[in-house]
């Protein structure tokens, strides 16, 4: 399967506690972006990477979230100090250049802060 | 601000009824509109999206800006159809996806 990839695919945690969640893109893509998606609701952007930079920030993606792009590969979303309200499905999108390039999505992480 | 509305969340019909699922968005520019689906146990994937002016699994949307709406359309619906439908835009250099709340299609036999 050369789609995105994203894992875990579901992580269960006690509140408090801190995650990481791991995307890798398909691999010519050179942007790749972060989603959450809540019950019920449609997929909200967080934030995006072009190769290794990151360009973007939702004020969605508050102190406790931090995202890397090390090598403008891989990524990785870490949430510190997690809250029940962080429960969600964590999306990760990538896509080839810049402009209307359609966005492949991964499977997603389903976190339970509990 | 750029937002997209799909005021319903679900939507039944009977197999070979015509379908149209609703879509209107705000946005100052010129959007670029896309449609997703996703089929049970399946990943998000693109539909259809405006600039390509395709017809993707008999379905088509047509991109009003008077009336600032992006509908799904198509004019016999199947079974396999059923799904979440996303609609959703991008503004600015196709950056972030402004998704909609989703419909849930539901095609009965």
């Known amino acids: 399967d050369t789609g995105v990839s994203q894992n875990p695919r579901h992580k269960i945690t006690k509140r408090g506690q801190n995650v990481t969640f791991r995307c890798d893109p398909i691999?010519?893509?050179?942007?790749l972006y972060w989603y959450r998606q809540t019950l019920g609701q449609g997929p909200e952007f967080l934030t995006y990477?072009?190769?290794?930079?990151?360009?973007?920030k939702s004020r969605l993606l508050s102190d406790r979230f931090s995202a890397e792009r090390p090598k403008g590969s891989f990524s990785t979303l870490e949430i510190q100090r997690t809250e029940q309200g962080d429960s969600a499905m964590y999306l990760c999108?990538?896509?080839?250049?810049?402009?209307?390039?359609?966005?492949?999505f991964g499977p997603g992480t389903r976190l339970l802060v509990l | 601000a750029q937002r997209v509305t799909q005021p319903e969340k679900l939507l039944s019909v009977f197999k070979g009824a015509p379908v149209e699922l609703k879509c209107n968005y705000s946005?100052?520019?010129?959007?670029?509109l896309f449609w997703y689906v996703q089929y049970s146990r399946q990943r998000l994937q693109l539909l259809l999206r405006?600039?390509s002016r395709e017809s993707i699994k008999g379905f088509t949307a047509d991109l009003n800006k008077g009336e600032t709406s992006f509908h799904l359309k198509k004019p016999f619906a199947q079974e396999e159809d059923s799904a979440m439908y996303y609609c959703?835009?991008?503004?600015?250099?196709?950056?972030?996806?402004?998704f909609g709340g989703g419909t849930r299609l539901m095609v009965k036999p």
């Open positions: 999108a990538s896509s080839l250049g810049q402009g209307y390039e359609t966005q492949y």
């Open positions: 691999s010519e893509h050179n942007r």
């Open positions: 959703a835009l991008t503004g600015n250099a196709g950056n972030m996806l402004t």
């Open positions: 946005y100052s520019g010129s959007p670029e």
């Open positions: 405006h600039i």
């Open positions: 990477f072009q190769n290794e930079a990151q360009l973007e």
